[in-house]
């Protein structure tokens, strides 16, 4: 089975413009969520769906959203980018209580 | 109030000798605990689960996990370090013992190993 899929890899943005980012999970899994990485706070929870309803929130602001979609890809989106919104993007899925699985993340780096 | 403590941030061994690291936990629950390691630029990998049958877990890599109630800990082991090892560790709690949410896990900080040849 092929795993978790994020893409783009990499990515450069300026402050004020959006990105959107996205993961294909693993073949079967229907719970997707989403991780931010930074150096300073570590790894915090965005989001997850679950057959395309977001089933638990984070707490980040509004600018930070996303869908999934009904072959269980998602996107998340955000909107005006502060400097501090660079860091590791990391995708999970998992199915039922099976452990997280992860993607290799994007990178972004806003200027 | 639910949480994970990886006690080190930083841990530095030379090849071949142990790693030891270290993760204390606080749950109201009977929890469920992960290792995770990761490597630069890269997403995270388990390592190893615990899910409440032994407490001494093996996992990939040759590492290994004792589940220790009477001290809430979660201590990674590896007999002898080996130059790949060098990553960063993530001790990871899932506050509710069933599938649901993955807003009721809990990462630790994270322990970055190095290894010296």
């Known amino acids: 089975k092929a795993g978790v899929t994020q893409t783009p890899r990499y990515l450069i943005k300026t402050r004020g413009q959006q990105v959107t980012l996205s993961c294909s999970p693993i073949s079967g899994h229907r719970s997707v969520s989403w991780y931010q990485q930074t150096p300073g706070q570590g790894l915090q929870f965005l989001f997850e769906y679950f057959s395309e309803t977001q089933r638990n929130k984070g707490n980040f602001p509004g600018r930070f959203s996303g869908r999934q979609f009904s072959n269980s890809r998602s996107e998340m989106n955000v909107s005006t980018l502060e400097l501090g919104d660079s860091a590791l993007y990391l995708c999970?899925?998992?199915?039922?209580?099976?452990?997280?699985?992860f993607g290799n993340g994007t990178r972004l780096t806003v200027t | 109030a639910q949480s994970v403590t990886q006690l080190d941030s930083h841990v530095s061994v030379s090849e071949g000798t142990p790693v030891l690291l270290r993760c204390n936990y606080s749950?109201?629950?009977?929890?469920?605990l992960f290792w995770y390691v990761q490597h630069p630029n890269k997403g995270l990998q388990l390592l190893l689960k615990y899910t409440s049958a032994a407490t001494l877990v093996k996992g990939i890599n040759g590492f290994e996990a004792e589940f220790k109630k009477s001290e809430t800990s979660f201590h990674l082991t590896k007999p002898s370090a080996h130059m790949s090892d060098a990553a960063e560790y993530f001790c990871?709690?899932?506050?509710?013992?069933?599938?649901?949410?993955?807003?009721?896990?809990?990462f630790g900080k994270g322990t970055k190993l190095s290894v010296k040849p």
């Open positions: 990871v709690v899932n506050i509710m013992n069933y599938g649901g949410s993955q807003g009721n896990l809990i």
């Open positions: 999970a899925s998992r199915e039922g209580n099976s452990p997280l699985h």
């Open positions: 749950s109201s629950y009977s929890p469920s």
